[in-house]
Every structure is written in C-alpha cells, then in structure tokens.
C-alpha cells in the first residue's frame, strides 16, 4: 500500500477506534513508513475523533518530528519508538484506554483468550508496571525513552501488553490487522469478565489451538488481510456514518 | 412464502441480526429452499451488514454453490449443510459470535431458559467441543463435512448448540422464527448472567412450562408466526433506519 | 385531562417505554378512562413502538372490547382489567419484559430501593409465582381473569410487583407517573444488581426514608405530577427524535 | 474567560452531561461567576438537556436569585452555595445521579482510582450519609442550608463525595475540568466495578501516582486546561450532535 493510502487508512483508523468506544478523547494509533522502517506515522496531539489526514506527522525513533509541526505532539510517543525499534516485524500499533481491559491490569486474572477471534492474546499478555521503572512516585505516562524501551521489553515478542491503572498496547503486522486486534482485544475482556462471573474452571483457547489458527490466518491471509479487511469495510462504514451525525452534513 | 420473497426476508434477516448485535462483521444466516428440501440459500462470504440480495447463493449439502459465485463462500457453510442434512424439520439456521452467549461454552454454568420468551432453550443447550471431532490441535473452525456432522449430532433434537470458545448456532421452523430465537438466546444469556450474579438457587423455567407454551406457540401461531411476526415488523424498521444511516441516505 | 390528551399521552407512553427498552416488542401500557372508571384504554395487539392513536381500544374489566376492533387484543389484558378493579386509585399500569428486573425474580434477592428516585418501592415488591394459580403445567400468560386477581392479590397494596420467569407490572396515579416509574424500576435494579456485586450488607432506603419522600412528592406535586412532567418532557423529545430515524421522516 | 462564554460553557455543560448519561432528567452543574466570587450561575429548574442560555440564573450564597426568575429554582441549589462558601478553590460544581457511582455509596467497596485519567481521586472519595443531619425520617434530598453545610463539611478538601442513596457532586478548578471529572467518576466506578468482579487484591493507583499527576498537571497545563479543552472539544461535538438528533434539525 502507497504511503497516501496508508495515511488514508491511519486516519479511518483514529475515526473507527473513537468510534468503536476503544479510543476516546485520548490514546494513539501509528502505522510505520513503508519505505523508511526507521520512521512511523501518527496524528499529532489531538482527540482520535478530530484527526484528519492534515494533522498526520512523521517521526523518527527519537520521538521528533522529521518537519515542523503545527501544534504539539502525544507525549507518550515514546510507545511507538521503542516497540517500532525493538519490533521489525511491527507495523502499526495503537495505544489505547480501552475500557473493558484496564481491569485486567489491576486484579488478579491474566487475560487470556476464550475465543478464537482474540487468538493472537495466546502469546500471553504481560503487564507492564510502570513502578518498576520510574519508581513510587511517577505520573503514570509513557513519556520519554527509557519507560517506553522498558515498556518494549515488557511486551517482548508478544501482541499485547497491559499497562497497570493506564491502559494497553496493541501490535500487528498491518494497520488493518493492529485496528481489529485492538477492538477484538476489547471484546475477550468483556467475555472473559463474563466467564468469570460465571464460575469457572474457564475453558481458554488451548495455546495450540491459538497457534493453529494464528498459523492458518497467517498462511491463507496474507498477512491477515481477507478476514481484516471483511472487518474493515463495516468499521469504516459505520465510523463513516458516526462522522456525518457528529458534522452535522 | 414463495422463493423470491424469501430471499428478501434473508436479507434482512442478516441486517437485523447484524443491527441487533447477534451478528458482527462475521456468522452467517441461511434459510432451506421450500422447493427443494435438499438445497439452501446464504450469502456469499461477506459481513452480514453488507449483504444485498445479489449476494444470496444457493448451496447443496456437499457445501458447493449450484451456479457460479463472485468471491468466495463462507468457510463455515458445513454447520448449515448437516444440520439441513440430518434435520428435515428445520427450515432456518444462524451461527453465531453473539455475545454474552460466548461465556457459557467455556465456564460451568449451563445455558437455560430464565424467562417465557426463551422457552425453545428448554430441551436442553448441548455444547460442541471442537476437540472431540477435531483434536487438541485444531483451528477452531467447523469448516469441513466431518466437524459439521459432529455439531449436529451434538444438536441432536435442540434448537441451540454453543459452540466452546466460538459461538452458537439457532435453528428454527422458518426464518422470522430462527432469528427471533437468535436474538432471544442473547437476551436469556445476559437475563440468567445477572441472576447468577445476584445470587441463586435459580428458578428456571421447568420443563413443563418451556413444553406447555412452545405447545401453544405451535399450535395457535401456525409456525410461530404469529408473535414472530410481531417482532419482525420491529425488527425490520430498526434494521433499515440502521442502514439508512450507514448508507447515508 | 381530557380523554383525547390522555390516548395522546397513551400513544407517547408506549413510545418512551419502547425507546428506553423497557417494552420490546411485548408489553403494554394502559390508562383508566377518566369518566368511566370501570373502562380503561390500550392499545390492540401491536408491537408498542408501533401504535398510534388509532390503534386505542376501549375495554371494560371483563376484557371485552367496547367497539369492535380491527386486529386482536393482547391476551394479557386480563392484567390490566384485575388490577383497576382492585384498586381504584390506579389510574395507570405498564406489564413488562423490562430487562434488568427479570433476574430479581427468579434468584435470592429481593427488589428494594437503593436511590430516593425508586422511593416508590419502599411499600415491598412482592413476586407473583404463576404456578401457585395456573398448576406446574402453565404456559406463563397472565391470559384469563383467574390469573389477573391472582396477580391483583399479589400486588396488593404496592405500586410494582414481579412476575416470576416472565417480567413486572407497575402501576401509577397517572400515566406519566407509571411510565416514570417504569423505568424507575429498571434503574433500581441495575444499581442493586452492581451494589450486589460490590459486596454487602447494602445500605437501602429506609422504610422512614422512602415514605417521607413519597409523601412530600405527593403533597408538593399534585399527583407527583411536576417531578413527572420535567422528566416526560426529556422522555418525549427522545422518543420523537428515535420515531423520526425509524420512520426516516 | 468572560462571563458571556462562561454562560456559553454552562449550557454545553449541562448538554454534554446529558449526553453522556451522567445527568438524567435531573441533577445540575454550575459556575461561580469570575467578577463577584460570592455568585454562582446555573440554570432554573429544568431537565438539563433542555437549558438554553435564557435559563440561567445567577444566585447567591442564600440560594436566592438576583434578579426575577421565570418558574422555579433547583431545591437542591444550597448544594452549590455551601460549598462554594467553603471552598474558594472550586470554581465549578456538578451535582448528578451518574448511575455506576451510586452503587459504591450504598455498599462496602470505597471508591478509589483504578486509573490515571482519574487521579482526582486519590484525596478520597467520603460517603455523606443524610441521617447524620436530617434524622431517619428525612426526604433523602439537600435542600436546605444546613444540609448544604453538612455536605460540603463531608466533602472538606477533597473533589468529590457520593451521596449516600441519591448520587455525587464532583468540583473543579474550572468548568471543563468539573464536567471531565464528572465523567471520569463515572468511568472510573465502573472500571472499579469490573475489577471487583475479577477478584482482588486490587492494584489502585498509589497516594504519590495520584499526587504526581495531579501536581504535573496542574504545572503544565494551567487549570488543567489543555487536556481538559482536548475532551471538551470531542465532548461538545458530540452534545451538539445529539442535540440535532433530539430537535430533528
């Protein structure tokens, strides 16, 4: 996909995530430079909502902005540096308050998955603790290199990772895929909380039946696209849709 | 109900279905040929939401498209052809990713009928474990002959079959009937979740009140049609109001 | 009011209580006419989201229809026709399917106020268990006048009692105070059903609490008539607007 | 800002909290005014999601209007005028029934951040308990000076107290920040709900994170201003959007 279109799809990404409840007024969604790995794309400091594909800014590792910038950038970027750095095979990712999942981050059941459409959680879903890298007395963000290499780290060769009282990141190996995964990812929350509520022994996803699957997807979907790309077509309608109302047009 | 007419109340069927939160961008809704017992008609492999009546296709019961089909099929068509193969008396299937329905297959408390309009879940909610059929390192998917016969041997004589960590599938005597039980079976879900929640023991429909009213249903709403049809104006408006503004028009 | 005001509020009644999702597609709502005290007007069997004034029948307390009537009458009527002949200072009922409240019903925990605005429930919300008039073998419906003076006695007093496995009925002083306290009623049991689940002991209105707030809404609202007007008038912009997306006027 | 844009804010406040469920038809949220610190403005007695500028009032610490009202004034503004008389501080006042917060006035979890975007919290959350002041036989409501009193005397230093049975007031160093918090609380409770559910011990945000963030906020972003105008922005698009849903223009 041309850098244009994938711009295109970066903004629909921000209007679907808004949209879908798993962005609000916060949180951040990128995608890499197809033809420089060492640089990613992302809205600057703006509610997901309100993105149009003038507020996109390309930036390197460091966190800058390769040219100048109106307004400010999202101060937590330092998210997308590190895991774009640590994770060649990472092409967008998306940073999110997703309601259902900070829960999981703060009691005591792992996440995991208990339907096959959230296979790609059969990684594990580590938590990442903010305290042990900045000590008591932080505020919580993301918001320079060394939380957001620490954050990398955490998230190792996995999809997701919680982060404690804040929220969760979610990696994929397209745009179209990060965006599914981060609102699949909501979704297994919320039955998973159900199960829960029921009584368990749960029955989880089996690690092989994760692999399989993950496997499969990854052979017969070229990089995941058939099945994302069936999701996509609604998202974007119906954020599409969500925009005219909000417009007023 | 003649054959053209029909495939209009399949149409909507999956904009309802999609619209009531039942069926998201996948699952899929089928209805038996009234003039021939041995086919069915379903949409090609897209998201319900987008389904129009040039989508619809006529399948046998080896799962293969009588005329030629633009795109591809649904992978999951076996669930309609065996359970249409061992069921004469079935008319109408839906499979599935309904919510609250999910944490049922995969936790310890079985899906049962809390109230009068789920009184089709009295004969009993059997739960399709996959790995029975398929082994410990299978992808979760019922997407050839062998897997689609066990399923519906599981069904057996019931309405309703969970699907562990998948979904579930709804039969029904026509369409109207087997959508109205799809989103009923939603509705019992979240109704009997909140009851173990506050608390049991629980006073389930017994099996004679569940026998009693679908008795009556059968006998004074030729079909169910009467209180299906009810529903189904409701259904329909909000379904094309939905669309309507999906479609910007 | 006059009797023309009145089926104009009887039309909006059932259009709130369907746009709130306290009526789905069942259910009704109902008013005793104001110069004949033993008639009481309805809808005839409809869908509730789809009446309009000329669908408002006149029945007397047998459930016979004053003038003949296109369609049929709901077979529940007998609900309605009980409860006004028991109790005369009941000027309006809604019967039904209310989500929330249905679980309280059939598990351990009794219906209480826990926020001043369910202050109506202090008087007890007893549960009608249909088996104890209808035999193990019933079919659920309130559906002769056995059944509705059964119900009328369980309700005695109250202003909400619980039909076991199958839904509520609540009645007012006037129609606008019934379908406030419709919702109410679901209200209250969303909130008990979270304090539950918080964990106990809950600390609910007191008996001296609800009455004092009962009694002055009854003395500074005539009819409890102000708090219920502010309220209808939020309710009614809401279901007009919901009406004009589903009708696409 | 000038008084006339604060007015402006008044009345998108009062939508926006409609719009996002923590106002019903009932509750309020005002202003001191930025020239006489001795008054505040909120609107005349009516359901909040139908204030224009025409209906608001200026009031002082008496819970009188200082000039002419049309209709009647909120019997539960000495909420407002007590704690703006205590607290110098609070320029902005949200009183609602926010339905996941009552929940934890009446049951045994106290109500602490679960999340960082809610770190206003962390000065505690006191219960105020109506007995304490007006007796067991009172009317559940604020709406006297006394009552007022006791309640802002409950609150002390802290930014928000439930109301045992009833709701919340929330205060802030300015109206978007007051309105932010409102729905933060909300969120909040129902994270917190969530991780109940899941079982504890429950990781909250520590008394330092709480404090870190408070004060590097309060640094960075004057009033809280920036991130607060980021969600006031989306929020307000929203209200607005809904308001010519709601009025069919």
Redesign the interface.
């Known amino acids: 996909m041309p850098i244009s279109a994938l711009k295109g799809d970066l903004v629909t990404a921000n209007h679907i995530l808004f949209q879908q409840g798993v962005l609000?007024?916060?949180g951040h969604v990128s995608v890499r430079d197809p033809d420089r790995p060492d640089r990613f794309h992302m809205s600057r400091?703006?509610?997901p909502?309100?993105v149009t594909v003038e507020d996109i800014v390309e930036l390197d590792f460091d966190g800058a902005a390769v040219r100048p910038v109106r307004g400010s950038l999202y101060v937590e970027r330092y998210i997308h540096c590190e895991i774009y750095r640590l994770r060649p095979d990472v092409q967008s990712i998306v940073h999110s308050?997703s309601?259902?999942v900070?829960?999981?981050?703060?009691?005591?059941?792992e996440l995991k998955?208990?339907?096959?459409?959230a296979?790609f959680l059969g990684q594990g879903v580590p938590v990442f603790e903010i305290r042990d890298v900045a000590g008591?007395?932080?505020?919580?963000?993301v918001n320079d290199q060394t939380r957001g290499q620490a954050l990398a780290q955490v998230l190792g060769k996995g999809n997701v990772s919680l982060l404690?009282?804040?929220?969760n990141v979610v990696v994929g190996p397209n745009i179209r895929t990060a965006v599914t995964r981060a609102i699949e990812t909501e979704?297994n929350a919320?039955?998973?909380?159900?199960?829960?509520?029921?009584?368990?022994?749960?029955?989880?996803?089996?690690a092989?039946?994760a692999e399989?699957?993950g496997a499969?997807l990854a052979r017969t979907q070229p990089s995941d696209k058939r099945g994302a790309d069936?999701?996509w077509?609604?998202?974007k309608?119906?954020a599409?849709?969500a925009r005219?109302?909000?417009?007023?047009t």
Chains 1, 2, 3, 4 share one sequence.
Do not use: W
């Open positions: 609000d007024a916060f400091a703006l509610a909502g309100l308050h309601p259902t900070i829960p999981f981050g703060i009691s005591q059941v998955p208990v339907y096959h459409r296979y008591a007395r932080n505020n919580m963000l404690r009282g804040h929220g979704v919320k039955l998973q909380l159900q199960a829960v509520m029921l009584g368990g022994p749960i029955n989880y996803l089996s092989e039946e399989t699957l499969e069936r999701v077509d609604v998202l309608q119906q599409e849709a005219r109302l909000l417009q007023g």
